[in-house]
C-alpha cells in the first residue's frame, strides 16, 4: 500500500560507483533476480552515507524472487557492525518488471530502517536520459510503501 504520510528520507545520494556496481550485478546475475545490499555509515532512515555495494548470492536462484543467502547476511552483519557500518540498502533486481516493490518483497520487508533500492533489468523501465536500468529505493515500514528519490 502506498500512502502520502512519508516517513523520510525523502531523497538521499546514490553514488554513482555504487550504482554501477548494483547494475553490473543485476546484469551478471541475469536471468535471476541479483540481491546485495549497500554498506552505510548508518541506515538511511537515521541519516547515513551510502558507502559501498556487497553483492550477495540469491539464494532462491529464481527469475521470480531473491533471498540473500544466509551465509553472505551473517558475514555482512558482522563486518558491518564490527566496522560501526550499518545496512544503508537492501538491493534486488526484477528482470522483467518495474524497479517497484512486489507484494512478496513487501511482505519480507525486514529492515524497516533501511531502503529497498530496485533495479529493472525490463527494457521498457529504461531512464530516458541514460538508457541504463531502472534504479529506485523505497522504505517500506509497516507494509507502506514510500518512494525515496535518488541523486547521485
Known amino acids: ?3 502520502d504520510d512519508h516517513p523520510g528520507p525523502r531523497e538521499v545520494a546514490l553514488p554513482e560507483a555504487v550504482r554501477t556496481a548494483i547494475v553490473a550485478h543485476a546484469r551478471a546475475e541475469y536471468p535471476n533476480e541479483a540481491c546485495g545490499i549497500v554498506i552505510g555509515t548508518a541506515a538511511a532512515a537515521e541519516g547515513g552515507r551510502a558507502l559501498r555495494f556487497a553483492p550477495t548470492r540469491n539464494g532462491a536462484a529464481s527469475p521470480l524472487r531473491y533471498e540473500i543467502d544466509s551465509g553472505d547476511l551473517l558475514r555482512l552483519t ?3 557492525d564490527d566496522a560501526d557500518e ?4 537492501i538491493v534486488h533486481s526484477h528482470v522483467r518488471s518495474p524497479a517497484r516493490p512486489s507484494p512478496t518483497d513487501i511482505g519480507l520487508a525486514f529492515y ?3 531502503l529497498y533500492v530496485l533495479v529493472s533489468l525490463a527494457e521498457t523501465e529504461t531512464d530516458p536520459v541514460t538508457g541504463l536500468p531502472g534504479v529506485r529505493a523505497w522504505r517500506i515500514v509497516d507494509g507502506n510503501v514510500f518512494e525515496v528519490a535518488l541523486t547521485s
Open 1 to 3: 500500500m502506498v500512502t
Open 78 to 80: 558482522l563486518a558491518a
Open 86 to 89: 550499518a545496512f544503508w540498502a
Open 112 to 114: 524497516p530502517d533501511a
